[in-house]
């Protein structure tokens, strides 16, 4: 059993469907912390809809897709912010698969498409209750910043200077 990443359209189903389980358990988990509460379901399908991702499209962005024996198991973003800085988002894995070597597959694919954009650096923003995500970043070079964004849910800031690209063997 092995990891495949694909550049995919944003809106594919399984781009739809790992965005919605992405969106589902970020949402959930934050609103059972700090409101002893699911998301309500007319508000998730707002907010899935008003995410869908155009921004993850060509020419300034990807998004990627890994599939674990032929399944969607996991994605990752990348959108250019300015020529050089790109923003790393939507890295996910499904529940069952985490664990398994997806996540750091997906991020350096993540980088990679980044540089194929032009980016020198790449960036990203999570909260403080997700600390596997907090610990995967360090874990793979990034190093936390001041904020780049006023987003309302950041609360930690990375940031990661990309060398080359790498050769693919």
């Known amino acids: ?12 189903p399984a781009a739809a469907a790992l965005w919605r389980a992405y969106y589902t358990e970020v949402s959930d988990r934050w609103y059972l912390l700090h409101e002893g509460r699911r998301t309500d379901p007319a508000e998730l399908e707002r907010e899935i809809a008003a995410g869908a991702g155009a921004d993850l499209a ?3 962005g990807r998004l990627l897709v890994g599939r674990y024996d032929g399944t969607p198991g ?3 973003g990348v959108r250019l912010l300015d020529p050089d800085t790109a923003e790393l988002t939507r890295v996910f ?3 069952e698969l985490r664990g398994g070597g997806g996540a750091p597959l997906l991020v350096a694919a993540a980088e990679e498409a980044a540089r194929a954009l032009g980016a020198r650096r790449i ?3 999570t909260r403080t209750d997700l600390v596997e995500a907090r610990a995967l970043y360090a874990r793979l070079g990034y190093t936390e910043t001041g904020p780049h964004n006023t987003d309302p849910y950041a609360e930690h800031w990375f940031r990661k200077e990309l060398g080359p690209a790498r050769a693919v063997n």
């Open 58 to 60: 060509p020419p300034g």
């Open 93 to 95: 894995v499904l529940p």
């Open 74 to 76: 996991g994605s990752a």
């Open 123 to 125: 960036v990203l923003d």
């Open 1 to 12: 059993m092995t990891w495949t990443i694909t550049s995919e359209p944003y809106d594919s």
